[in-house]
């Protein structure tokens, strides 16, 4: 995503995209959401963006965006449509009923009667044949847990849980 | 007048009852203004730190209704940290102090704690009315103090408030000798309710016209609630699970037919749509109906339901109508005055979102809508073009397209002369909130055309200076300018110092102004607080070299009486 770059370590500030006008030092956020998008410029916006990036800044990591009271936030349902493979049909859940991942993976293995395996960030989830996937806003296939649970539930669109020999590992392609 | 004994004066003052219109009063003569004073019963003080509770009570000592509001518009949006300020205790130690007869306390934005509520039920032996919007900082065991002490309670009106519920008896503290109840509100409590208690406390309240229940009321206690409430005018339906063929859903049928009276419906907070039907009898009573929270309630039972409220005044809505479900509400409800469509993904890019075809149909079928709030997905110019042309009367108009910077999506143009087109037509309009892909050119129709503009929300539009000062120059009646996002900075801050004196406040935040442009408006105008709000570090702030032109992440400035307030917190800097 476009705002990975205000933790490039290599600190390569002048080769870094930014927004604005050149020779204007932009302040780099530590937070994970960026609470502004500047545009002076608005065209300039569109194609300063970093490469990889093809659509603008999703509206889920812009703080207070939409303009919704939190309590409507909080008390707004989300139902994801989850599937597992090789199941008849698919289940519907709230994100919002889970505060963390496990709560979720518990879910998920009771009501599809499977266990998942242990997650570690280097292999992913190892020991049951078990793969929980998630489509995230921008139609990506991403592995759950990586990313802190916020943000996951906000941009998580629907799940799949792959299994076994379906789910392909990273390995695999090397 | 001045040949009238004041009695007679204060007469005829008793039936102006407008705050705008009894403050004019009181500036006529100094007479007018003692009269005024004495006679005033309610106050409406739309920011608690423009004046103090000693300057509240000099003035009108025989204060029955006060309405405070505290935190900034855009606190609702986590835009402001939790403990920022606002807080209802010292007002209501004040007033217990000076022993007013206070009879109504509404409270918008404000920090409220169990403390403060204790308090206020033991003060007040008339005390009549509570009403809490957005509200913080309490939990139930202080509505219990309120439920057990306030023996003339007419009104408890929680709406959409932050309460820690401790799952306790507190609709058991209401005692039996009560039977004053009008409004009981708790629909935003989270936790159980003792229901045996609620049906009791509805039995004997023979006055109760609005009753608006939590999720944790089951549909066999609504239908017994119903049926001892006939006389019920405004519900909030909590949970609507329900079997078809069950008894209480029998029971509830019957109940609601005899509901003649009802005209206004909200809740459903975990429903089963395919039961709505039960309301369809009184469905063509209704002028209010709110079912932003009903995720659950879509498709043909919406419809269904909305076909049946021809006298519909008020909707509330999630955009999961779509634009067809609009139309059948614009083909239907020639009645409408107020929309608010909400939106019920807040992941984004549904397909049943509503799109500008809404927004066109509405405008054309309901001649009489005055205020509108629309999430939608796009929109273009030729829409609200069309939207202003067929609805000049608009008061109010918030659009609010998800994505940031949007442009009209068939032209890829701004939206400047759609917004444009509304503010031309709509003379009368006094709110107005804005999004989409904005220059400055937008700034300067609403600063040439919108006369009675009071409140404006800007995000993310802009292109320099200008934008800010079309507004500040020309819309002589701003009360409240909130902007985030936006390319404004200093020239424009400062351009008119003593137009602040004339607005309630002004939001910038993520904008272009600096620590010295603050500065420099704060030393200008000693009659403002100026606040800085930063929560990394203030002190950062002023020891980095480029300490004048930092830019200031969010500002937050106000008239006032009473100076700089002694209750901010460290990251809050009154400059």
Not at chain 2, 352 to 359: F, P, R, S
């Amino acid at each position: 995503m476009a705002y990975e770059k205000k933790v490039n370590e290599l600190n390569l500030k002048d080769t870094e995209l930014c927004l604005g006008l050149p020779g204007r030092t932009e302040e780099i956020k530590e937070e994970q959401e960026v609470s502004c998008v500047k545009s002076n410029n608005k065209r300039q916006f569109e194609e300063t963006r970093d490469e990889e990036e093809s659509t603008p800044p999703t509206k889920t990591q812009i703080v207070g965006w939409p303009p919704v009271r939190s309590y409507r936030k909080n008390n707004s349902v989300s139902y994801v449509k989850v599937s597992m493979d090789g199941a008849p049909y698919l289940r519907k859940i709230d994100l919002k009923t889970y505060k963390n991942y496990p709560e979720l993976l518990k879910a998920l293995e009771n009501m599809f009667k499977f266990t998942v395996g242990e997650y570690s960030e280097r292999e992913g989830y190892k020991g049951s044949g078990f793969v929980p996937t998630y489509e995230d806003k921008d139609g990506d296939w991403m592995l759950v847990g990586d990313v802190p649970w916020d943000m996951f539930s906000s941009s998580c669109k629907r799940l799949r849980i792959m299994k076994g020999s379906d789910a392909p590992t990273l390995d695999a392609s090397l | 007048m001045n040949y009238f004994p004041d009695e007679v004066v204060e007469h005829v003052f008793d039936f102006v009852t407008s705050h705008k219109d009894r403050n004019a009063i009181s500036l006529v003569c100094k007479s007018w203004y003692k009269i005024e004073r004495y006679s005033r019963q309610k106050v409406f003080i739309g920011n608690c730190y423009a004046t103090n509770p000693e300057r509240l009570l000099r003035r009108f000592p025989c204060l029955k209704s006060l309405t405070l509001k505290g935190k900034p518009h855009f606190a609702d949006f986590n835009l402001v940290p939790h403990e920022w300020g606002g807080f209802v205790l010292p007002w209501i130690e004040a007033l217990a102090r000076s022993r007013v007869g206070l009879e109504e306390l509404r409270l918008k934005r404000m920090v409220v704690t169990d403390e403060s509520l204790e308090l206020l039920s033991r003060s007040f032996v008339n005390f009549k009315s509570l009403v809490l919007v957005s509200c913080e900082g309490f939990t139930t065991d202080g509505l219990a103090s309120i439920a057990a002490n306030c023996r003339h309670l007419r009104d408890l009106d929680l709406q959409e408030n932050e309460i820690d519920d401790h799952r306790g008896q507190w609709l058991s503290c209401f005692p039996d000798t009560c039977t004053t109840l009008v409004t009981l509100n708790f629909a935003c409590l989270e936790g159980e309710t003792n229901l045996v208690a609620l049906e009791r406390l509805v039995a004997r309240s023979p006055n109760l016209k609005s009753l608006k229940l939590n999720r944790a009321v089951p549909l066999d206690a609504l239908a017994r609630l119903m049926s001892c409430a006939p006389q019920m005018v405004d519900l909030g339906v909590g949970s609507y699970e329900n079997d078809p063929d069950s008894e209480s859903y029998l029971k509830l049928q019957a109940a609601i037919k005899k509901c003649t009276l009802l005209r206004s419906l909200s809740g459903f907070l975990e429903a089963a749509p395919h039961c709505l039907s039960a309301f369809h009898p009184i469905c063509h009573n209704l002028t209010s109906l709110n079912l932003s929270y009903a995720a659950e309630i879509h498709g043909s039972h919406l419809i269904k339901l909305i076909q049946h409220c021809k006298k519909l005044q008020r909707l509330w809505i999630l955009d999961s109508i779509g634009d067809k479900g609009l139309e059948v509400v614009a083909s239907t409800c020639k009645e409408l005055q107020e929309l608010r469509v909400f939106p019920s993904d807040l992941l984004g890019g549904g397909n049943t979102a509503v799109t500008e075809e809404g927004l066109v149909a509405i405008s054309a079928g309901c001649p009489k809508l005055h205020s509108i709030l629309y999430f939608c997905q796009q929109m273009t110019n030729a829409a609200l073009v069309t939207v202003a042309k067929n609805c000049p009367n608009f008061i109010r108009f918030r659009l609010c397209i998800l994505e940031p910077n949007k442009p009209d999506h068939v032209t890829s143009q701004p939206l400047d002369e759609g917004f444009g087109a509304i503010v031309k037509a709509c003379k009368s309009l006094r709110r107005l909130s804005l999004s989409g892909l904005l220059t400055d050119q937008v700034f300067l129709y609403i600063g040439m055309y919108a006369n009675q503009l009071e409140m404006l929300s800007i995000a993310f539009a802009g292109d320099t200076d200008k934008g800010m000062l079309y507004v500040l120059n020309g819309c002589k009646k701003m009360k409240k300018l909130e902007i985030r996002d936006s390319p404004f900075g200093d020239t424009a801050l400062l351009a008119d110092v003593s137009k602040y004196e004339t607005m309630r406040s002004l939001w910038m935040s993520s904008c272009e102004v600096t620590l010295s442009g603050c500065k420099g408006l704060a030393e200008k105008a000693p009659w403002l607080n100026v606040e800085i709000i930063n929560e990394t570090d203030n002190n950062r702030m002023e020891e980095n070299g480029h300490e004048g032109r930092q830019k200031v992440d969010k500002l937050y400035l106000y008239r006032t009486v009473v100076g700089t307030r002694m209750d901010a917190p460290p990251f809050v800097w009154i400059l």
